[in-house]
C-alpha cells in the first residue's frame, strides 16, 4: 500500500490481542527514532454486505447476527428492527418490545463483564508493562480468584438472559420479523430473579474498580489518547440513554449538540463513509461536518457524554459523577471508556432487575406487521457503539441491497489517533521496541473495546506484529505475539 | 401360498405381508430403518439410498426391496452406519447447506440424521455448486441450494395434491426439480396450501415469511434424535414433521445450527 509518510523505520505490531478479530499496526520513525505516524490496520474481509444479496429478508436476523461471536445479539436486533419494517411491524406489542429489549440489556451485560474482566482487567490490574507471563486472565484469576470468579459468573448470567430469550446462549433465533417467537417462561424468570442482586453488587464493585482506576492514573491515561472528538450515540426523544432504540445525536467537542435526527431511516443523510487504501475497514463521518472534521466517537464514552441523563438511579449517580471529571463537558481520555463502560454494565443491571418485574415479559402476544415496505433501517446501541443495518429488498422478498455500519468503524479515527499518541509516548526516540512498548498499544486499542470482526465483517480473535524497518524497507526488528496471548 | 412372510431383522422376528417392502414392514414393527426419500403414503423412490440394509448379505433399498420369506436382514450395524454416514455427507457437500441460517434447521431431517449419524465435519471437499433460488411466487419460495433431489415434493403434488407441479430436469450432477421447463414457481399450479410443501424434509421448498417462528426448543428435532419415534411416519403426507431431534452440538453443514 501507498504511504505519504516518509519514514525510515516502520514497526508492524501484528497480531493485536485481546480483542475480537485480527488487525495489526504500522508505526513510522524518522531518522530522529519519533513516530511520525502511526495505523491501525485491519485485515480482514468477510464481505457479509454482498453475499447476503440473493437471500429472503427473514433470514437476516438470523445469518447477519454471524458477523460476530461476542455481539451477534446486536446484529440480530438490529436487523430485526430493520425488517420489522419490511413487514410493517416496527410498532411491537409489549411482550415483544420487553422481551427485544431484555435480551439486548443482557447482551450488553455479558459483552461488557466479558471485556472488563476477560480481556481489560490485567492491563489495569498489572500494568501494561507486567510481566505478560502474569498480565493476562490466567494470571487475573490466580492473583485476584474472587474477581476472576465474578467476571465469569456475570458474563454467565448475561447468557442464560439471552439463552431465555432467543432460545440459544449464542446465535439464537428469538427475534423474527415484526416480534419475537418466544416469551420468557416462569422458570427462567424466577432463575434470573434470584441472581439479580448479586449481578448488582458486583457490577457496583466493578464499577468502583474502572473508577478507580482512572482516578489514581490521570496523570498516566493522557498518552493513551486524550483528544477532542465528536461523539455519536442513540438518546431517548428526552435525552436519556437508551440503546434499544431513539433519535441519532452527534455531540461537538465541548458536548454542544450538532444534531438530533429523529427519523432513523434518514441515516445516509447524517453518516456517509470513507475508504482508505490501507485498510478494510471504513471510516464514517457526519456529512454536514464532511470527512475531515465530521469524524466521532462511539461506544460507551460517547453514550455517556451524549445523553442528558440514565433514567436508573445508581448509573445516573455514577454519570454524573464522571463527568464531573471534565466539569460537566465530554470526557475526552480513550481510556475513560473502561469507566462509562462499567456505568453501563450497572445501568444495565438496574434495568434488567425493573424488567424481570413486568408479566408483559410472560405475554403471548408476541408478533404484529402491517403495510409491507421495501426497504427497512434498523439502528440500535451495541455494546461498541451505533449499529446501523439497511436492507433493501425486491419484489420477491429476497434482499438487493445491505449496508452495515458496524461500531467499531466509527472509532476508526479515533483508535488511529490512540495508536499514534500512545506510539509517540512509548516509541519516541526509542532504540529498540519491547514488549511493553507494544502492549501499551494494545491497551489504548482495547479501551475501545474493537470488534475488528464486525468492523470488517471478519472473523476471530485480534491478533498484533510490531516490525522495525530501516529507511531501505528492511525489517530490523521485528515482535509478534500470538492469538492465544 | 400364504401372503404372510417373516424374515429376521437384526435378530428379531419381523412378520409382513408378501406385497410389503422391508421399510414398511420394519415401520409396522416400529423397528427404525434411516431414510430421507421414503415417506409412508408415497410411492417408494428409492434414491437416497440411505435405507440400505443387507438382505442375506447383499445391499439393498429397504424402501423399494420386497420382504422375503426367510431372508437375514442387517440394518443398524457399523458397516451400514458407517455408509449411511457417507452418503448423508455427500449430500450435505453436494449443495449449499449453511445450518446456521436455515430456516429448516432443527426441523430438518437430512441435519437431524446427520446428528444420527455422527457427521461432525465433513471429509469430503465441498462441491459449492452455483444454484439459483425461485422466489416469484408471492408466498412460496424454492432453494435449489437445498434440494437433494428426493422427489418428496414431486410425488406428493402428483398423488396427494393432484397437480403435476414439480418434476426434474437434466441428469447426474445436473439433476435439478425444476416446475414446468421454462417456468418460475409464481407461473405454475403451486399453492401455499399445497401439501407438497410439507413434504420437503430439507430447507428447499418454503412457505415464505414463515421461517424462525417456531423457537429453539420447539423444534421437532430439538429434543429426540431421528427415528426416536421408530416406526412412527415422518414427513408430509400423514404429519407436518416427524417430531425428533436433538438440540445440535455440530453439523455436517457449513456450520452447526
Known sequence: MTSQ????????????????????????????????????????????????????????????????????????????????????????????????????????????????????????????????????????????????????????????????????????????????????????????????????????????????????????????????????????????????????????????????????????DVIAEEVRPWSYMKFPYLRALGPEKGWYRVGPLARINACDYIDTPEAEAARVEFKALADGRPVHAAMAYHWARMIELLHCAEVIEGLLGDVDLLGDDLTTSGTRRREGVGILEAPRGTL?????????????????????????????????????????????????????????????????????????????????????????????????? | MSDRVTFMLDGHRIEAYRSQTIMDAAIEAGVYIPRLCHVPGLDPWGSCRVCTVKVNGRPCAACIQPAMDGATVENDTDELNAWRRELVEMLFVGGNHFCMSCEKSGNCELQAMAYRLGVTAPTHPYLAPERDVDASHPDIMLDHNRCILCARCVRTSRDLDGKQVFGFVYRGAERRIAVDPGVRLKDSEADVTDRALDACPVGALLRKRQGFQVPVGGRAYDHEPIGATDGEAEGAPDGASDGESLEPAASAGREAS
Open chain 1, 5 to 268: 509518510v516518509e519514514s525510515v523505520e516502520r514497526i508492524v505490531i501484528e497480531p493485536v490481542t485481546r480483542v475480537e478479530g485480527h488487525g495489526k499496526v504500522t508505526v513510522h520513525r524518522d531518522r530522529e527514532g519519533n513516530v511520525s505516524e502511526a495505523r491501525l490496520h485491519i485485515v480482514e474481509f468477510r464481505g457479509f454486505e454482498r453475499f447476503i444479496q440473493g437471500r429472503p429478508f427473514w433470514e437476516m436476523p438470523v445469518a447477519v447476527q454471524r458477523l460476530c461471536g461476542i455481539c451477534p445479539v446486536s446484529h440480530h436486533l438490529c436487523a430485526a428492527k430493520a425488517v420489522d419494517r419490511l413487514v410493517g411491524g416496527e410498532d411491537l406489542t409489549p411482550t415483544a418490545l420487553k422481551i427485544r429489549r431484555l435480551m439486548h440489556y443482557g447482551q450488553f451485560f455479558q459483552s461488557h463483564a466479558l471485556h472488563f474482566f476477560h480481556l481489560a482487567s490485567p492491563d489495569l490490574l498489572f500494568g501494561a508493562d507486567a510481566d505478560p507471563d502474569v498480565r493476562n486472565v490466567l494470571g487475573v484469576a490466580v492473583a485476584h480468584p474472587d474477581l476472576a470468579r465474578q467476571g465469569i459468573l456475570m458474563r454467565r448470567w448475561g447468557q442464560e438472559i439471552i439463552r431465555a430469550t432467543a432460545g440459544k446462549k449464542v446465535h439464537g433465533t428469538g427475534a423474527i420479523p415484526g416480534g419475537v417467537n418466544k416469551s420468557l417462561t416462569l422458570a427462567d424468570r424466577d432463575a434470573l430473579v434470584a441472581e439479580v442482586d448479586t449481578m448488582l453488587e458486583w457490577s457496583r464493585a466493578a464499577l468502583a474498580l474502572a473508577r478507580a482506576y482512572t482516578m489514581d492514573n490521570l496523570a498516566d491515561i493522557g498518552p493513551y489518547g486524550d483528544f477532542e472528538s465528536n461523539y455519536v450515540a442513540l438518546v431517548r426523544s428526552d435525552g436519556a440513554l437508551d440503546i434499544y432504540d431513539g433519535e441519532l445525536r452527534a455531540i461537538d467537542a465541548r458536548g454542544e449538540v450538532i444534531l438530533q435526527e429523529p427519523d432513523n431511516q434518514a441515516y445516509l
Open chain 1, 388 to 485: 446501523f443495518h439497511h436492507y433493501r429488498v425486491g419484489e420477491d422478498d429476497l434482499v438487493t441491497l445491505c449496508n452495515l455500519i458496524v461500531s467499531t468503524t466509527s472509532n476508526n479515527e479515533g483508535m488511529n489517533r490512540s495508536v499514534t499518541s500512545v506510539a509517540r509516548h512509548a516509541m519516541d526516540g526509542q532504540e529498540q521496541i519491547t514488549e511493553a512498548m507494544m502492549n501499551q498499544v494494545e491497551v489504548a486499542i482495547r479501551a475501545y473495546d474493537p470488534c475488528l470482526s464486525c468492523a470488517t465483517h471478519a472473523l476471530g480473535n485480534m491478533p498484533l506484529v510490531v516490525e522495525l524497518v530501516d529507511d531501505g524497507g528492511a525489517v530490523i526488528d521485528r515482535r509478534v505475539r500470538s492469538a492465544a496471548s
